[in-house]
Nanobody
Framework: VQLQASGGGLVQAGGSLRLSCAAS????????VGWFRQTPGKERDFVAS????????LYADFAKGRFTISNDNAKNTVYLEMDRLTPEDTAAYYC?????????????????WGQGTQVTVSS
């Protein structure tokens, strides 16, 4: 399984970005894809997760109401739409796949990881 994250960039506070995570390889029919974020010297924190087959979602508290995770079956891609961004959202964002389809915030449950995509929010 390979995951390719993209869509990061520089945005002003209050703006929006949409991250993409394209999955390839033997993913199976049902699994969970999560987004995490990390700043230098800190742990990788959970952002959101989605169950591929039925669309069940899970969000970190800071993401509720501002971030939306979704998936496109035809493109085998998971999106993270981020609105009303603040400088505190600045981080490298990583997507990950958990073969267990139940969305979880536990980092150790994810089996595969993509490379990070940098999001920088200027004040």
């Amino acid at each position: 399984v390979q995951l390719q994250a993209s869509g990061g960039g520089l945005v002003q506070a209050g703006g929006s970005l949409r991250l993409s995570c394209a999955a390839s390889g033997r993913t199976g029919r049902d699994y969970a894809v999560g987004w995490f974020r990390q700043t230098p010297g800190k742990e990788r924190d959970f952002v959101a997760s989605i169950r591929w087959a039925v669309g069940t979602t899970l969000y970190a508290d800071f993401a509720k109401g501002r971030f939306t995770i979704s998936n496109d079956n035809a493109k085998n891609t998971v999106y993270l739409e981020m609105d009303r961004l603040t400088p505190e959202d600045t981080a490298a964002y990583y997507c990950a796949l958990d073969r267990s389809p139940i969305p979880t915030a536990r980092r150790d449950r994810y089996d595969y990881w993509g490379q990070g995509t940098q999001v920088t929010v200027s004040s």
